[in-house]
């Protein structure tokens, strides 16, 4: 039998860490045959709560869950981890300035940093998701320089859901029929959801997106707007943030990270610029990615057109500012 790999969520008390650690014990981000131990980090506010999820765990006797620690001690939650999801961040609140929740998430990010610098195993792969998830992750990076970058990413594999999902709906297919979308950027609404590559499998072979959604108009506007202000949609409907679907994208992300992506296809992830597709170097930027033994690479030579030009340089300006404005709380 395989040894088990362990899983930091930091954050596992909140929302999507309820919808995730489940998903995680049943095998949805590692595969059916991979044991997994479950490291649950939150604050003390919420420990109560954490407790609350393990003694949950316990009850579900998942097979496939081979230890469970609850805990607020970044330390212990950090120990001997393969893989840290991390959940865990200051929110904003009404009233509070954009530098003010950056300054907390800062100062989050840089201590979890150095705790997974000194105690991660080695190679650990991070994902971050608490916003704002490409700026977290790259204060992540800096304040753990013995963690390769390319182990370093952020979400955006949700906003990929996305867009494949309202595809889907558009064109009434299948959502696995319908492949490589990208996102391009930021995870926020300056994202630029880009369907140009994208295909989707027919009776009668693949077809381009842009030939099947013969309507141009919507493709270039409402298809991208919906995808950038679904997160607010959800907020609106539900008066709380997506939860399951970030949950279920984190188990896409690692997964398909870890074990790989089918051949011919592609998925977007936060990831290090290396200056691919004229993108600053040293931002964490959503690009389209193959993965292979566990190791991302951009996907290289698509053609790029003046409207994507635009918008790619858009987001890439905001993680320039999100980038100077938490070195500035530093
Ligand atoms: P939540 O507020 O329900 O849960 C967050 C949890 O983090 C709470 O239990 C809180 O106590 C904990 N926490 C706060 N500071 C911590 C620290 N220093 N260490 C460990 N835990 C800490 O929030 P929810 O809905 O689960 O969302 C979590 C984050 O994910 C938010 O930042 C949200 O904006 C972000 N998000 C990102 C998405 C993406 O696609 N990248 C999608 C949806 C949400």
Same mark, same amino acid.
């Given at each position: 039998?395989?040894?088990?790999?362990?899983?930091?969520?930091?954050?596992?008390?909140?929302?999507?860490?309820?919808?995730?650690?489940?998903?995680?014990?049943?095998?949805?981000?590692?595969?059916?045959?991979?044991?997994?131990?479950?490291?649950?980090?939150?604050?003390?506010?919420?420990? #109560? !709560?954490? %407790?609350? @999820?393990?003694?949950?765990?316990?009850?579900?006797? =998942? +097979?496939?869950?081979? /230890?469970?620690?609850?805990?607020?001690?970044?330390? #212990? !939650?950090? %120990?001997? @981890?393969?893989?840290?999801?991390?959940?865990?961040? =200051? +929110?904003?609140?009404? /009233?509070?300035?954009?530098?003010?929740?950056?300054?907390?998430?800062?100062?989050?990010?840089?201590?979890?940093?150095?705790?997974?610098?000194?105690?991660?195993?080695?190679?650990?792969?991070?994902?971050?998701?608490?916003?704002?998830?490409?700026?977290?992750?790259?204060?992540?990076?800096?304040?753990?320089?013995?963690?390769?970058?390319?182990?370093?990413?952020?979400?955006?594999?949700?906003?990929?859901?996305?867009?494949?999902?309202?595809?889907?709906?558009?064109?009434?297919?299948?959502?696995?029929?319908?492949?490589?979308?990208?996102?391009?950027?930021?995870?926020?609404?300056?994202?630029?959801?880009?369907?140009?590559?994208?295909?989707?499998?027919?009776?009668?072979?693949?077809?381009?997106?842009?030939?099947?959604?013969?309507?141009?108009?919507?493709?270039?506007?409402?298809?991208?707007?919906?995808?950038?202000?679904?997160?607010?949609?959800?907020?609106?409907?539900?008066?709380?943030?997506?939860?399951?679907?970030?949950?279920?994208?984190?188990?896409?992300?690692?997964?398909?990270?870890?074990?790989?992506?089918?051949?011919?296809?592609?998925?977007?992830?936060?990831?290090?610029?290396?200056?691919?597709?004229?993108?600053?170097?040293?931002?964490?930027?959503?690009?389209?990615?193959?993965?292979?033994?566990?190791?991302?690479?951009?996907?290289?030579?698509?053609?790029?057109?003046?409207?994507?030009?635009?918008?790619?340089?858009?987001?890439?300006?905001?993680?320039?500012?999100?980038?100077?404005?938490?070195?500035?709380?530093?």
């Amino acid at each position: 039998e395989k040894e088990p790999v362990t899983v930091l969520v930091t954050g596992a008390a909140g929302q999507i860490g309820y919808a995730l650690v489940p998903m995680i014990a049943r095998g949805m981000m590692l595969g059916p045959n991979q044991p997994v131990i479950l490291h649950m980090l939150d604050i003390e506010p919420a420990l #109560e !709560a954490l %407790k609350g @999820v393990k003694m949950e765990l316990i009850d579900a006797a =998942f +097979p496939l869950l081979r /230890g469970v620690v609850a805990t607020t001690d970044v330390v #212990e !939650a950090c %120990k001997d @981890v393969n893989i840290a999801v991390m959940v865990g961040g =200051f +929110p904003r609140k009404e /009233g509070m300035e954009r530098k003010d929740v950056m300054s907390k998430n800062v100062s989050i990010y840089k201590t979890q940093a150095s705790a997974l610098e000194e105690h991660a195993a080695a190679y650990c792969k991070v994902l971050v998701i608490a916003n704002p998830a490409n700026t977290n992750a790259l204060i992540l990076k800096e304040f753990a320089p013995s963690i390769p970058e390319k182990n370093i990413t952020c979400l955006t594999r949700l906003d990929h859901n996305r867009a494949l999902g309202q595809i889907s709906e558009k064109l009434n297919v299948d959502v696995s029929d319908v492949k490589n979308v990208i996102i391009w950027g930021n995870h926020s609404s300056t994202q630029y959801p880009d369907v140009n590559h994208a295909t989707v499998a027919t009776s009668n072979g693949k077809k381009h997106v842009r030939e099947l959604v013969a309507d141009d108009n919507w493709l270039n506007s409402e298809f991208i707007t919906t995808v950038q202000q679904r997160g607010g949609a959800i907020i609106k409907a539900r008066k709380l943030s997506s939860a399951l679907s970030a949950a279920s994208a984190a188990c896409d992300h690692i997964h398909d990270w870890v074990l790989g992506t089918p051949k011919g296809t592609w998925v977007s992830m936060g990831v290090y610029s290396d200056g691919s597709y004229g993108i600053q170097p040293g931002l964490i930027y959503s690009f389209p990615v193959t993965c292979d033994k566990g190791e991302w690479n951009i996907v290289q030579g698509l053609k790029i057109d003046e409207f994507s030009r635009e918008k790619m340089d858009k987001t890439a300006q905001e993680l320039i500012e999100e980038k100077a404005l938490a070195n500035s709380c530093l």
